[in-house]
């Protein structure tokens, strides 16, 4: 017997080791998601899967809003509700944003514990205050829909694996008489006070839990569904309601609700849940989400978690972001592949999925709706994303842009506003930043021939919102050519993205025969002009009187007339028509010493003293690339005589902005864009304006890059002589001939083909 | 011309005076809403169908719940929204309760006003602080399905009526530049502080408006939506937000949100509507309700009222009227008959529909339903209503009766305790009031024979309901026979309470023939000997130990062992073994004694002061007719070998509890309770015990009552020699024959024929 199990063993042994080596083939093993969650990147190390509802992540710290009457400044910090510099971990929540900038969800945190029942989350100084327990990251494993982590305090194995919609928990107990499973619907990620609207829940039976969660967040007025399903019977149940109101007082009597009674409802509620527990046992949960109803939580549960195994459920996540990560092959080295894969799985979580199976979702105007012949998405942080991430996914995710084509449509039918989203989460608009850069995404889509949806009705969309005059100052901009300062605020960002988004109407309307549109807006693409100071150089704001503005600081981040952006850095906002700017700002000689300055100027203390988001690690000279207004102007010495410095600076971008560790994202991941930025110009082309069929040529990062393009078709791109010094390109060969041009168009990637950059250590 | 013009207003003239005199005959004119509203009877005199969803009337004030700290006593008094002695009305809103004890409800108040915009309701003492306005009966005229009262300050006419789904409202302005028309989320019926959770709405275009409203009131978590159009379009409109928290503060400056932006959300929302108009004009609004969708509340209206003609919704709400009172029709003097028809207004009612006309509905777990194969139901005041009006119903609507059955045993279905409705609304379980009392119901429509849903179903349901050992003390009475005062309040009550329950459920397991639960039922119907103190010669609260509770005070109604009644009322309370019970309390000469005593006694003042709910208009010696627990007790004299003090005191009843006047109500008529024990008791009979196919002859006050049933028979009900002194009973003659019982079963009525009963001033 003894022979046998050892040649047992020795068999699996092998077999083990085959796998494993299998498995380090394995994109994504190059995938980390630790990276961005020190600092400023506000990524989240948790399980989802590609564009998934469910995104299961550890919470770190919970923070009040206010702290001694004043704003909170670490809630900006606590965006995706992880910090890696942290020691506690107070639970694990179902939803997270990733990169961004504001805060919001953050629902139904689950806590496990042994010991006395604490029902306060406690802090983190004093750990025993409270539920929460401290952790060590040499217990902690973040994979691609992976999430492992020893709860210290309590000596419980979690673990975390997702679904489209389901979140599973698996959590190895301690022996103990007292088991405890937390369900805290008080815990959030927010920016706002008390931002929990109603909560209610019931215990189905002891081991289905179901409710709902409203909040009054960043979305002004959501509500998610659940259903919770456990693998062990619960003994014991109870509820903590903290909530000022009660409305059985008066026949409180009737029942004792603390404890096992079915239903609880409030602002403030948590409910615990009891087991006996054996040494090594488990306890999982399923945990599905629907934006609709408690019923259509339970048959996301029941179809896409029918079993036990959470195994399966992992093995199928990450067969699931393999298969995402495959579409494009690169060689690099190691430390360049884990940022060019980890980018490829930011760049993949959002937008998400917020349908259901049975394709009902929650509209704009609080409604159930059936998506037909679309999967229905939200999460569009578009100030951020139409600059590169859609782009990208024009190119290896058609389909899937297509039907954010399709919810953004949607949106616009249901919008009372009668607009296309600017920011929306959750069936609401949160109305984030300037512009309406749907029009962006929607004119991409079509100029680039991507299809799936009625182009017309798109761009009547696009019209019907660019034309909406009460929309932060678009009326003084229609009427008067640009937006003045003392009207509405951040006039100068304001005019120079409403200009391009009109550019990307008359892209449209162009490619689509409707002249007149195309007149109207093609003119109003011009107005960035009115918003030019030759006297000083820059973009400036200009007073209703025609007159600019007196004091004028083009540093200052905060600076009226402009918005995340100073004046050296939103100057260069003309994506659409470089050319006209060169010529604007004095030529190409007197322009490029402009683009040089902001790269190689030393910038004050002060500036980083006062600038959000922004660090020393963010930027070059003044070149700001933390933050979205900058991410096309190393582009732009492609129009001057100097087209080697974007190659230069380009490569520096990809270098410092970008590494493989936990504080490596030099700023908000904006839910996709600095990663969607680092996958563009590591293969070494860019979009500099969306609606634009060209994108400009860079310098890549990587080897070769084989895109497995949806229609089939495979484009390789290569980069001959690749080093890290060797960052100038001598020559570009397309299918064989030299291109004489610094871009390449979306047909001739689509097409496939074969792109060979030829590098140098010279210019 | 002007002869033909004479003619023609001459026809005119003689059209309208046979109209009236057509409309002469109508049965509605013998209802007069406005009894009731004086004092206690808290019904409200404002337009709703029979049954409906909607109940459009005036609020004559808005009360905080608190004034300094206190509980504010006044609340009471505004169950329904109205009184009486009032000066100003605030608005119309949209939902009421009829008659109850506590408050909810009072959704969506509409104003309308002209001159300077006020959004603040102001105070009765002093109208001008807000937007309310004097009124006078004068102007005042209330009809089924009709109400019209003049704004005097603003001098707009205003009138309502309604559909099942739909208020309709139609003010008549004078000529104004500032027109307005003022929707109202922040007001509320309310017994609770600060109940409202959420009010979402939007403007989908100048005469839409939709949205919903979330309240936490004596409905602990109550969803309504809606969908107003307006007959003119709006020319500007606006936001009054309350609420503490806003989330949009960040990015504020976007829109101008104050005026004509289109959507606004909180927990204290009012709007405002402008519109210039003429003299004489006309602004009429639809406004429809539902449980589930804004999109629903729009089909309901479109289908329901789809022109713009007020009259007509008015007519056929008053047909509707019309076709239900004629069920009944009896001969009587003016008085008794606007008693009567006003009684048969009030019981048709409650319970009201509680489903869309696509037949969704919002369940008690607050998810959505579809009502398949009958009407859902809600506002089920069981501890009330299961005495008389369910009975009657299983008389005059077994339709409807078995569709509120299947909507208990929806409840039923959906309840997280798993049991059947005690008090439930709007997918809510209040929990009021002691015993489930739904298995009355069920009960007393199985044993009728009522056809429609699934007998053994409500039988499983009523078992279960029964057996739930942590519900109010039920575990100790499954145990030890009888609820312990010191393990559980109102001790008294509540044994007794189930001790009837178990018998009805005993009666149904009998008609279906289950053996098993009718021997465990029987048993438990015999519980309430369990409480009877031969000392004191009362029922009496019972300590665990089995001792009596040494103190006791058999006048208090707030004693502890009993809710609201005394022991002198609430110990006759064995309705379905009144024989046992007069065995019990020593033999039929001294149970007649102990009857009498409680007729004829003297009440101390310190009674009436300290007793909510009762005045001594409601009362005959310490006979509280105001509140349920006694409305059988006249109905006992049958038992005894004197009857004819049933007869004496129930035409007592009849005469001195039920007046044509605003005050003529001498408690609340509890959702049409109080109007069946007027309606059966006018024609001659009680049901006393629901569960029994029997009933009680009493003396009827009617001359004659022909009951046209669903089933196509006529029961004639005639009262020969009859008069006000004429109480007495001398002979009953049932089809010719004369009948040797004090009862008439329920097959002898549904069968059709003619009872008499001929009348005296002797006994």
Not at 76 to 90: L, M, N, P, R, S
Not at 269 to 284: C, P, S, Y
Not at 412 to 429: G, K
């Amino acid at each position: 017997m003894m022979k046998v199990r050892s040649g047992l063993l020795f068999v699996a042994g092998v077999c083990f080791s085959l796998t494993a080596f299998a498995q380090d083939n394995r994109l994504i093993n190059y995938v980390n998601p630790l990276i961005g969650t020190d600092r400023m990147g506000h990524t989240y190390p948790g399980a989802t899967v590609p564009f998934g509802a469910v995104q299961l992540s550890p919470e770190t710290d919970t923070l009040p809003y206010e702290v001694d009457g004043h704003y909170n400044k670490d809630v900006y910090k606590y965006c995706a509700g992880y910090q890696y510099i942290d020691k506690t971990i107070v639970g694990f929540s179902h939803t997270h944003f990733s990169g961004t900038g504001h805060s919001d969800l953050g629902d139904f945190l689950i806590m496990s514990t042994v010991g006395k029942l604490q029902l306060n989350p406690g802090v983190a100084s004093d750990p025993k205050s409270g539920f929460r327990s401290g952790f060590s990251h040499s217990t902690e494993v973040a994979e691609p829909d992976y999430y492992k982590v020893k709860l210290d305090r309590y000596d419980i194995l979690a673990e975390l694996t997702a679904t489209t919609r389901v979140g599973f928990h698996q959590y190895t107990f301690p022996a103990s008489e007292h088991a405890h499973i937390i369900l805290d619907a008080v815990y959030g990620i927010y920016n706002y006070p008390d931002k929990n609207v109603w909560t209610y829940m019931r215990v189905e039976n002891d081991t289905l839990v179901t409710g709902y969660r409203q909040t009054n967040g960043w979305g002004r007025t959501r509500t998610v569904y659940f259903a919770m399903v456990l693998s062990k019977p619960i003994t014991e149940y109870g509820w903590q309601n903290g909530s000022k109101k009660e409305v059985y007082h008066g026949f409180w009597g009737k029942w004792e609700q603390s404890r096992d009674f079915p239903e609880m409802a409030g602002t403030q509620i948590r409910a615990w849940f009891d087991f006996k527990t054996e040494e090594g046992e488990k306890i999982k949960i399923k945990f599905a989400l629907s934006p609709v109803s408690t019923a259509n939580a339970l048959e996301n549960l029941e179809t896409e978690a029918p079993g036990w195994s959470f195994n399966k459920v992992k093995k199928a996540g990450q067969a699931q972001w393999e298969q995402e990560l495959k579409k494009i092959e690169v060689t690099a080295d190691k430390d360049t592949k884990e940022n060019f894969y980890t980018s490829m799985y930011h760049a993949f979580i959002n937008p998400t999925v917020y349908m259901d199976v049975n394709g009902e979702y929650r509209g704009l105007d609080q409604g159930t709706h059936t998506a037909k012949g679309f999967v229905n998405y939200t999460t569009f942080s578009l100030w951020d994303t139409h600059r590169a991430l859609h782009p990208l996914f024009n190119i290896i995710q058609p389909r899937r842009n297509a039907d954010m084509v399709s919810s953004m449509l949607a949106h616009y039918d249901q919008s009372a506003e009668h607009m296309l989203p600017v920011w929306s989460n959750s069936a609401n608009e949160n109305w984030c930043m300037s512009g309406y850069h749907s029009v962006s995404v929607l004119a991409d889509a079509v100029v680039k021939g991507v299809s799936g949806f009625d182009a017309n009705r798109a761009l009547n969309a696009c019209v019907a919102t660019a034309r909406h005059a009460s929309y932060e100052g678009l009326g003084y901009y229609i009427k008067m050519g640009y937006v003045p300062e003392d009207k509405n605020g951040s006039s100068v960002s304001k005019t120079l993205e409403y200009a391009y988004d009109d550019w990307c109407i008359a892209q449209m309307a162009q490619k689509l025969n409707r002249q007149d549109i195309y007149n109207e807006f093609i003119l109003r693409s011009e107005n960035f002009k009115h918003v030019y100071d030759a006297a000083s150089g820059f973009m400036r704001p200009k007073m209703s009187d025609g007159t600019f503005k007196q004091s004028f600081d083009v540093l200052n981040t905060d600076e009226p007339g402009f918005i995340e952006g100073n004046a050296w850095n939103y100057g260069f906002y003309v994506p659409h028509q470089p050319a006209e700017l060169i010529e604007l700002m004095g030529g190409k000689k007197k322009f490029t010493q402009h683009l040089d300055s902001l790269f190689e100027m030393q910038l004050p203390d002060s500036f980083f003293a006062k600038t959000e988001d922004i660090t020393r690690d963010g930027i070059i000279g003044n070149y700001v690339h933390g933050n979205e207004p900058s991410h096309h102007i190393a582009y732009l010495y492609n129009w001057t005589d100097q087209p080697w410095k974007t190659q230069l600076r380009v490569r520096e971008a990809l270098d410092k902005m970008y590494k493989p560790t936990p504080a490596g994202l030099s700023g908000n991941d904006d839910c996709g864009q600095m990663s969607a930025w680092y996958i563009l110009s590591a293969m070494g082309f860019y979009p500099v304006a969306p609606g634009s069929v060209n994108y400009a040529l860079g310098s890549p990062a990587v080897g070769k890059a084989v895109l497995h393009l949806e229609n089939g078709h495979t484009f390789t791109i290569t980069a001959k002589n690749q080093s890290p010094q060797n960052v100038y390109v001598q020559k570009v060969v397309l299918n064989g001939k030299v291109l004489n041009r610094n871009y390449i168009t979306h047909e001739e990637i689509m097409s496939g083909g074969e792109l060979v950059f030829y590098m140098s250590g010279k210019h």
